[in-house]
T-cell receptor, first 113, second 113 residues
Framework: GAVVSQHPSWVICKSGTSVKIECRSLDFQATTMFWYRQFPKQSLMLMATSNEGSKATYEQGVEKDKFLINHASLTLSTLTVTSAHPEDSSFYIC?????????FGPGTRLLVL | AQSVTQLDSHVSVSEGTPVLLRCNYSSSYSPSLFWYVQHPNKGLQLLLKYTSAATLVKGINGFEAEFKKSETSFHLTKPSAHMSDAAEYFCVMNSGGYQKVTFGIGTKLQVIP
């Protein structure tokens, strides 16, 4: 139980385009989901906390207009990277809370050319 | 302040020998503590968790950890390392239910055949 999926697992896009990443809790409902970014050989950096039915809470330094988060249902949160640039290339990981435990998705590798 | 310290960024062990990955925490509240494992280009998989029940916690793949409040530690151990254990391990703390968690920097475990 407690499975979180992400789609796509890999995405390559041109600079200036937008990319949407989906995060789904498959067998439980999650009021709260989190979006992280991970740089090579580093720990996860929290980007934002996504609450179902309300606006996301962004961490300091994260541009909310560039990283759009929507949590429209208890099983789905989406992260849209708008007008992507090469510096946005990274590994993006979501998690969903079940009680005190966060369950993580498999991650999405984004490469912006 | 809430913090998690993983004392070793790299640990190298021979296959079949014990594994010890160290984690210390600082929290103003009674924390929940977790160990996750991350294989390359993958998400984080929950190994085990401590949530104020038994202080010795058994997880998947033969791992276990002991919560020691007096030492503010939550070290991860395994009696005998397997090649498949080679990965990055994160110690994570939740100090407040549905709130965001605190990550350690990660420990890369290398298993030598």
């Amino acid at each position: 139980g407690a499975v979180v999926s992400q789609h796509p697992s890999w995405v390559i896009c041109k600079s200036g385009t937008s990319v949407k990443i989906e995060c789904r809790s498959l067998d439980f409902q999650a009021t709260t989901m989190f979006w992280y970014r991970q740089f090579p050989k580093q720990s996860l950096m929290l980007m934002a906390t996504s609450n179902e039915g309300s606006k996301a809470t962004y961490e300091q330094g994260v541009e909310k207009d560039k990283f759009l988060i929507n949590h429209a249902s208890l099983t789905l949160s989406t992260l849209t990277v708008t007008s992507a640039h090469p510096e946005d290339s990274s590994f993006y990981i979501c998690s969903a809370s079940l009680g005190e435990t966060q369950y993580f998705g498999p991650g999405t590798r984004l490469l912006v050319l | 302040a809430q913090s998690v310290t993983q004392l070793d960024s790299h640990v190298s062990v021979s296959e079949g020998t014990p594994v010890l990955l160290r984690c210390n925490y600082s929290s103003s509240y009674s924390p929940s503590l977790f160990w996750y494992v991350q294989h390359p280009n993958k998400g984080l998989q929950l190994l085990l968790k401590y949530t104020s029940a038994a202080t010795l916690v058994k997880g998947i793949n033969g791992f276990e950890a002991e919560f020691k409040k007096s030492e503010t530690s939550f070290h991860l151990t395994k009696p005998s390392a397997h090649m498949s254990d080679a990965a990055e391990y994160f110690c994570v703390m939740n100090s407040g239910g549905y709130q965001k968690v605190t990550f350690g920097i990660g420990t890369k475990l290398q298993v030598i055949p």
